[in-house]
């Protein structure tokens, strides 16, 4: 699976951006799907995941209430909307992904998985 993260800009606090995870190659439709990101000088930071099915739907407290993770597999397309942006949300955000889902200190991740190029959000004070 090849994917390839993009949405990314420059936004000032209080906005919003819908990020996309597009995916080629074998069967997306079977794959959960994380966003991570990282800020520089800071380790990658689990940000959200969703199901195969798009029926179950995990986040990381720090944007719990303000992003959306969500897919369409007919489009081969995970989405991330985030609202209410805040500065310290910089960062490059990156998509993985795996037919199974680690879980280990209140993070998802892909065992075995496949990660994509990121995409850079930015947002201004």
């Known amino acids: 699976v090849h994917l390839q993260a993009s949405g990314g800009g420059l936004v000032r606090a209080g906005d919003s951006l819908r990020l996309s995870c597009k995916a080629s190659g074998r069967t997306f439709s079977s794959y959960a799907v994380v966003w991570f990101r990282q800020a520089p000088g800071k380790e990658r930071e689990y940000v959200a995941a969703?199901?195969?099915?798009?029926?179950?739907?995990y986040y990381a407290d720090s944007v719990k209430g303000r992003f959306t993770v969500s897919r369409d597999n007919a489009k081969n397309t995970v989405y991330l909307r985030m609202n209410s942006l805040k500065p310290e949300d910089t960062a490059v955000y990156l998509c993985?992904?795996?037919?199974?889902?680690?879980?280990?200190?209140?993070?998802?991740?892909?065992?075995?998985?496949?990660w994509g190029q990121g995409t850079q959000v930015t947002v201004s004070s």
């Open positions: 993985g992904a795996a037919q199974t889902l680690g879980y280990k200190g209140g993070s998802y991740y892909p065992q075995n998985g496949f």
């Open positions: 969703i199901s195969w099915d798009g029926g179950n739907a």
